[in-house]
Each structure stands twice: as structure tokens, then as C-alpha cells.
């Protein structure tokens, strides 16, 4: 800069851009040096500050739906900003619903998402797992929240991820038996994922694909997972005080078929499973009489038990037209003329209504909602005797 002859200061211009990104202020620093016909003063150096006009970014999903398949992983679910930031933005995210079960379909902590300054979008990286198990296509719900105070949270704060099941194609139930529209209910304790030998069981998965998840949320309540008990497979053991499950479906159709894999731990005055919660209803193998009841709506089948304590069975009920039968490793043990059972909800190892307990192990239960032909029960019959090495009579 010059300042010319008989003049005591002068300027010079600095060019201000103005960049749209949103930053904190910022400075420039001027400094005097070399002058001629003149000395240094004390103030040599000038700083200028830069005020910067730019609002802060919204902070967002980039879409509020997106799916992938169970064997694409991770799923990024993306967060863009309106603009660039010269700042880094933060933001945090939690699962707040779906349809998916953590752990078992998917894998993610809450945190806190940065996008650096500079950049944008970013993802937050969800681990699906293909777990092999045929069922209807499942939700995870993210909310985003806590915009850090240089972002404003936008209107599309929450997200929907699909995860499309790949196991559906060619699906059929139990040794080949039924479809996902008539096996309403599968529960394998060798398909039970994530616990310990005595661990409590709160959820057990349904693996027919309908979701019909047999749960208990009261820690008291719960049931234990064994393992290595049945021909080297798991069970899930029922106390006879208070555990029991209830599982996520209405009965809607009076003709069922219930197979249970089973053994009992004493004579006890609760059911192995009951198709009403307050209706007296459902199958007792053995009572504290040492009798065995099968409900079949206007009334039991009733005989001294023929199963014993201690001992494993494939225990078959079947709800027909105008019959009930109860078959013990595929032989008929009992048939009754007619069906009137009262239906609404299914659960399994309790009568609530007078606080009756089942005390015994489950390894396998299986619901269809029609009565089973000959040719299917025998089927199914084989493959539960094959996976548990228990002898029936038609094989």
C-alpha cells in the first residue's frame, strides 16, 4: 500500500466471498512490513473479522422408507443436510419400533451420527442377519433427534428399513406339511438364538413365518432355556409355579392340529397348551388325579394317563368337523364324536384363570389350523420322531 506525499493514511479493498456454507465466524489477519521513508508504528497488524449470514443446514434421512434383502448387509440408512457445513453436525438416532427383533433380525446400538465438516450425507450402517428362518418381511423404525445446535432436525426425522425375507420361496411346514398360510405357529428350541444353558426365555421365535412369537415380558414369568437334553437338542423348561407363554395369534378356526414334543416333570394341574384364556379348554397329559384331558367343548376326554413322567412324546391333538382325537407317538389313544372347543387366543403351559402351571419341557410345538389327514400326520409324525429319536407306531 502507498500512502502518497502530503497524505497521512490510505486503504486497499479485500474481496469477501460469499459461500453459502454455514461456519463460525472467521478472520483475517493483516501485517505491515518493509516500509520506506517511514518506521514501524506499534499497531502493525490488522484483523478483520467475517461475519458469516449463512443458516444452519436441516438435518435429515435422505428418504423416510428404504428395504433390502436379508443377505445385503449392512443396510446404510442415510442422512444428508440441506447444504454443506463448514461444521461438524451431530445427531442422534435409537430404534423406536418395528417389526424385526434386535438380535435375532438385525443389529444397532442407539449413538450419535457425526457428518464432518465439509461432507454430507453420511449413513448409519444397520447389521441385517440372513437367519434362515421363513417369515413375513420385517420393519426396523429409526428416529433421529438431538440435532447438535449448529443443524435444525428436519421433518423426515424417521425412517422405515424393510428387511425383505429370502427364505419365503418354496416354503413348506413341518417334513413338507402345510404352507405359510395353514402352519400358523412353529416353535423349534434348536432354533432359539443368543442364550445360555438356564438363561430366560422372553421370546421364543415363531419359525413359520407368520410372526406369531410365543412370549412372556415378566422376568418371573419366564420359562428357562435347556440345552443338550433331548437327543442332543435344546428345550425350554416350564417350572409348574408360574411360567407360561402367550403367543401372538387368534384361533380363528375351531378344526386345528397340535402337535407338542414333551415330557413331564411331575403330575401337575396346568396345561401343556389352551386355546382360551378363561374358558376351561386344552390338553392336560397328566393330572394331579393322574388322568389325561383333552377339551374338546362340551366336555374332556378323560382316561388314566399313558404318559408318564419322565418320559419324552409326540403328543397330537386333532379338532375335525365333527371329531376330536389325541394320538401319543402316532397311536390314537382317544377319539371323541364331536368339537365344540371355544377358541380365541392360544397359550402355552398355563390356565389363568385359576392359576394353574404346567411343570415339564417343550422342544417342539406346532400349530396347523386344519385337522391333518392320515398321510400328513404320519409326515409329520416321522420327522419329529426322526429329529428327537422317539419310536411311534406308524413309522
Known amino acids: 500500500a502507498t500512502i502518497t506525499s502530503g497524505n497521512t493514511s490510505t486503504s486497499f479493498d479485500i474481496t469477501i466471498i460469499n459461500d453459502a456454507i454455514d461456519e463460525n465466524n472467521e478472520t483475517i489477519i493483516i501485517t505491515l512490513s518493509n516500509p520506506t521513508n517511514a518506521g514501524l508504528g506499534a499497531n502493525t497488524q490488522y484483523t478483520y473479522t467475517i461475519n458469516d449470514n449463512d443458516d444452519i443446514p436441516v438435518v435429515q434421512f435422505s428418504a423416510t422408507t428404504s428395504n433390502g434383502g436379508e443377505s445385503s448387509t449392512p443396510a446404510n440408512i442415510i442422512v444428508s443436510l440441506s447444504a454443506i457445513s463448514g461444521l461438524d453436525v451431530t445427531v442422534d438416532y435409537a430404534i423406536t419400533g418395528g417389526t ?5 433380525d438385525y443389529a444397532l446400538t442407539d449413538g450419535t451420527l457425526t457428518i464432518s465438516a465439509g461432507s454430507s450425507p453420511d449413513t448409519i ?37 424393510t428387511i425383505n425375507d429370502n427364505d419365503i420361496s418354496g416354503y413348506s411346514g413341518p417334513g413338507g406339511v402345510g404352507g405359510f398360510s395353514s402352519n400358523l405357529l412353529w416353535l423349534r428350541a434348536d432354533y432359539i438364538e443368543g442364550l445360555n444353558d438356564g438363561d430366560f426365555v422372553s421370546s421364543w421365535i415363531d419359525t413359520s413365518g407368520n410372526s406369531n412369537n410365543a412370549v412372556q415380558s415378566v422376568a418371573a414369568n419366564q420359562p428357562t432355556y435347556q440345552t443338550n437334553e433331548i437327543n ?35 403330575a401337575t394341574d396346568g396345561p401343556l397348551w389352551q386355546t382360551n384364556m378363561v374358558n376351561a379348554s386344552g390338553f392336560f397329559p397328566r393330572f ?46 382317544h377319539y371323541f364324536a364331536g368339537n365344540t372347543i371355544t377358541i380365541d387366543s392360544f397359550q402355552i403351559g398355563a390356565r389363568l384363570s385359576s392359576n394353574n402351571y404346567y ?8 400349530y396347523y389350523n386344519y385337522d391333518l389327514n392320515d398321510a400328513e400326520r404320519i409326515i409329520v409324525d416321522n420327522y419329529l420322531a426322526a429329529k428327537y429319536d422317539i419310536t411311534i407306531s406308524n413309522d
Not at 402367550?246 to 384361533?251: A, D, G
Open 100 to 104: 424385526a427383533t434386535s438380535a435375532a
Open 232 to 266: 442332543g437338542k435344546p428345550l425350554v423348561r416350564f417350572d409348574d409355579g408360574n411360567d407360561y407363554f402367550r403367543s401372538l395369534f387368534e384361533i380363528t378356526s375351531q378344526n386345528m392340529t397340535i402337535y407338542t414334543v414333551f415330557d413331564i416333570a411331575a
Open 359 to 366: 411343570g415339564g419341557d417343550i422342544a417342539e410345538m406346532i
Open 288 to 333: 394331579t388325579d393322574n388322568n389325561q384331558y383333552l377339551n374338546y367343548g362340551g366336555g374332556w376326554l378323560q382316561k388314566a394317563s399313558e404318559f408318564n413322567v419322565s418320559a419324552w412324546y409326540i403328543g397330537t391333538a386333532e379338532y375335525g368337523t365333527s371329531s376330536t382325537k389325541l394320538y401319543q407317538d402316532g397311536d390314537s389313544i
Open 125 to 161: 450402517p444397520v447389521t441385517i442377519y440372513d437367519d434362515g428362518v421363513v417369515e413375513v418381511d420385517e420393519t426396523i423404525i429409526i428416529d433421529l433427534s438431538n440435532a447438535s445446535s449448529n443443524a435444525t432436525l428436519g421433518d423426515d426425522s424417521i425412517h422405515t428399513f
